[in-house]
Structure formats: C-alpha cells, structure tokens
C-alpha cells in the first residue's frame, strides 16, 4: 500500500546494519545426568596422550572466536559437575576439565537471523568528540537461532550535520556476568503481590525483612515461615511467585576492558528465556543534570511477556528490574527524559491498538493508563504506538509514532504534546514521515519500518531503524520542516 508521505524529506543515510552470522557467543550444553555420566566416561577412557591432543585441537580452532575460551570450558566443566551426584571428577587434572567442559559448550550466533528494532542515545562518554559532534550508543534487538533474541550496542559519532560515521566493531562478542550479592525492594515485592492477590498470604516473611533485602534473607524468612504455618498450595503458590521476583529482578555486569560492540544482553531468566525484546533507550536527566539510562523492553519465555526495565550509568554495569501494576501489563512501554511536574512519565499501549500516557512515583510500579491517542488516518487503521521515548522540543514533545494499516503495513509518524500537560495532544503530521521503500518491503516480516528511538542533534532529528524486521538504516529530518508540517489541533 502506497501512502501519500508527509513533505517533511526523509534523509536516508548510505549506511546499513546487517545480521553477521559470525558474531558468537558460548552456552553451556546441557544434558541429562545419563548422559553426562557417559560422556565423562568416554573422555576419561582415553589415554592422557590423546586427551592432550583433543584439547589442544579444541583451544587452537576456538581459540580465536572467543577471548578466553579456556575459562569457558573451566566453567561450564564445573556448572556440570555441580549437577552431579559425587565429587570424584573434583580431584580430575585442570585439562582433564578444560576437555571435559569443552564437549559440554556450544556456541550460539546471537545475530544470525536479524539485526533491527533500534534505538539510540548519547554516549556517556564524550571524550574525543569535537564542537558539534556528539558520540551515540546504538542499541539493537539482535536475532539467532530458535528466534532467541537479545540486546547488542555499536556506538558512532553524530557530525554537525546530523551524518553518524560509526566506529569498527569487534568481531568478539561477551555475555555479561550475574552479580548476585543484589538487594531487593521490600516495597516492590509487595506491590506485585497485592497485584496478584497473593500478599496477605505470605506478609509475615515480610516482618523480618528490612526494606531492602537479600536471597538469602527472604530464604531465612520463608523457612521461618513455614515452620510457624500451616501450609497449602496457596501459600506455595505466593513463594514461587517471591522466588519468580527474584529471577526476573538481578544485576549484570560486563569485563571493564570489552569494547560496546562485544557486549550483548542475553536471555537468562526464566522469564526472558525466549527473548529480550526491543528495549527503548533513554537518557533520563534529574534535577542535578545527571543522567541515567534507562531502557523498557519485553521479556518472552515462549508463553507470555513481562514488561522490564533495564538501568545502566555507564553500558558496563545494568540493573534488571520487573515493571509491576494494571498499567504494566502489554508491549511498548517508552519513558520520557525527565519528570513532569514530578512525577515519572510513560508512554504505553495498554490495549494493543491506542497510545495510552501514564505517571507515577516509581519507575517500576504504573497505573491508570489515560488515553492519548487513538488509531485515525488510514495508515494506522489496524493500531498505533510510540517509536521511541519522547523528544523535548520549544514546541512541545515530539512523540514518533509507528502505525499499521492495510496488509499489515508499518508506517511511521509524528505527533506533539504539550510541554507541561503530556496528556494534550497539541499538533500532528497527518502523513506518515516515513514508509518502507521498495528494496525494504522483503524480509522476515515484510512491509515494516519501525525504531524504538531517535536523537536531535544541532537541528536533526536522528532516527535508526528497521526494515521488515531483518536489517537496520538510519535516517534524519530537519526538526524545524517537521514541525513545520504539522497541523495544530
């Protein structure tokens, strides 16, 4: 479906992101305990010559797509040796291990399949940037086998005239590691549990902990408890749902000396298991002028999504926590840059079809979704929401927007809200901004464009974004011809 575009010039960039199959990263191999019995087995029945010779060969084909695959194979050798009945394989030599885990490792291309569903932010770090430059982190939903996705970076610099040269990319990828001395909010558990009706069940393990709180002081408590109740399958019903809190809410962390291309952001819990689904990125500013980044994405695990909120200071170190309340409840979800009128701001779509504006105290708890905007040009017929958190203008608030229309065609579009009242849809382009071209109707899912954030920079708005679901393109407008188009309501 061709749609008349807005006359606001859409500047296509002669730059495209594409899926590298080569990009890797190592999972552990899991197996059933028969299975690893024999293959302990078959590798210790070799003599020490020939298990010398196999290692060796292992280490010199891998040891080049990974930075230190020997501590892979050491690794996954003792995640499955914990698994296992008795301690004799403790006493194995260091290569004995180092083989043994090798054949209990595969690796995993994380980007195989699409690289798209983009946002982007400033970079912390500016150092190296000269007047009117701007370095920029860019995020992608990253796709591999299974459509198993996950989070990746690059990271470019912006020139006066809004142009992103990106800088070169490591071909290394590296997983982050779980930190697990994490504390939790009292106050946060508390709110999913009267979410679900379960609290009152279980409040009393709540009385001997302190607001903030560790696993295994909610385990001291939850034993406590159990001795002094009786118990019934409600009351393990509202422990597995404390115990699901604590996968979905934990603290990762990347090697200070990794570059941002090799960090990725992988499924690990139970609840995103499946996938991390594309994560809106914001550079939040508080009334000191700091900033924190803060990025909204869906957690899947192959049967139902979770609202997430990840929370970095510097793209090492990010914080995972579960987005709670009536209003937390669908895809979509997009923060804007600061407080209004002190509270927190969120666009969302809470119904699958409109655009809904909420506020709040905290960055995890959301309610009473009001909307904002329903579906009204033909483009967006079928539903519409947000492409990205809003941008601050003189104007207003700059909301782009993604619509769906005939044969399930993605456009993108752009509204204005008022700087003060958000909840007041101010000004709007009627036409889309931006529509697929002909050489990005093809791919996984055919007919889309669609980003999860843009950056204005010098006077151009700075837009990444996806083509049919499988590779990425940048493109820019000149906020003043965009907001020259659009018509006051």
Request: hydrophobic share 40%; glycine share 4%; proline share 3%.
């Amino acid at each position: 479906m061709d749609y008349k575009i807005s006359k606001a010039k859409a500047i296509r960039q002669d730059l495209m992101f594409m899926p590298d199959e080569s990009r890797m990263i190592t999972k552990l191999f899991g197996l059933d305990k028969i299975r690893i019995y024999k293959i302990f087995d078959r590798v210790l029945k070799l003599d020490s010559k020939n298990r010398q010779k196999t290692l060796n060969q292992v280490v010199k084909n891998f040891d080049k797509r990974h930075k230190n695959v020997k501590r892979i194979f050491k690794d996954n050798f003792d995640e499955i040796n914990r698994r296992l009945d008795i301690t004799i394989y403790n006493d194995l030599s260091l290569n004995d291990k180092l083989l043994i885990g090798a054949f209990f490792t595969l690796e995993y291309s994380i980007e195989s399949a699409a690289l798209f569903n983009p946002s982007v932010v400033l970079h912390p770090f500016q150092n190296g940037s000269k007047e009117n430059e701007l370095k920029v982190i860019i995020s992608f939903r990253a796709v591999g086998e299974g459509h198993m996705s996950s989070i990746v970076f690059r990271s470019g610099l912006l020139d006066k005239t809004g142009t992103i040269r990106m800088d070169k990319m490591s071909h290394l990828v590296d997983s982050a590691k779980v930190i697990h001395a994490v504390e939790y909010s009292k106050d946060d558990f508390e709110r999913k549990l009267k979410d679900t009706g379960q609290f009152e069940l279980v409040k009393d393990i709540f009385n001997n902990l302190l607001k903030k709180f560790t696993l295994h002081e909610m385990e001291e408590s939850i034993a406590r408890f159990k001795e002094n109740t009786t118990m019934t399958p409600k009351h393990d019903r509202a422990i597995d749902i404390m115990y699901w809190l604590v996968r979905s809410n934990y603290e990762i962390e990347f090697d200070a000396s990794s570059d941002l291309s090799e960090r990725v952001i992988f499924p690990r819990s139970t609840t995103d298991v499946r996938a991390i689904e594309d994560a809106r990125f914001v550079a939040f500013r508080d009334k000191r002028d700091e900033i924190t980044y803060y990025a909204t994405y869906t957690a899947y695990n192959g049967f139902s999504i979770l609202p997430q909120l990840l929370e970095t200071k510097d793209f090492y170190r990010f914080k995972i926590c579960t987005m709670m309340g009536a209003g937390s409840q669908n895809k979509g979800m997009a923060l804007f840059p600061e407080k209004i009128d002190g509270k927190y701001a969120n666009i969302s779509r809470n119904d699958n079809e409109n655009i809904f504006i909420m506020f709040s105290d905290s960055l995890t708890y959301w309610d009473e979704p009001k909307l904002l905007r329903e579906p009204k040009y033909e483009w967006e017929f079928i539903q519409i929401g947000n492409s990205g958190s809003p941008i601050k203008t003189d104007k207003g608030w700059l909301l782009l927007t993604h619509g769906v229309g005939a044969v399930r065609t993605y456009a993108i579009g752009a509204i204005l809200l008022d700087l003060k009242d958000p909840t007041k849809v101010i000004a709007e382009i009627k036409d889309p901004i931006l529509t697929p071209q002909e050489s990005e109707r093809n791919g996984y899912v055919p007919n889309v464009v669609y980003s999860c954030g843009a950056i204005l920079h010098n006077g151009w708005l700075v837009m990444p974004y996806a083509a049919s679901d499988t590779r990425s393109g940048v493109v820019k407008f000149k906020l003043d011809d965009l907001l020259a188009q659009m018509v006051e309501l």
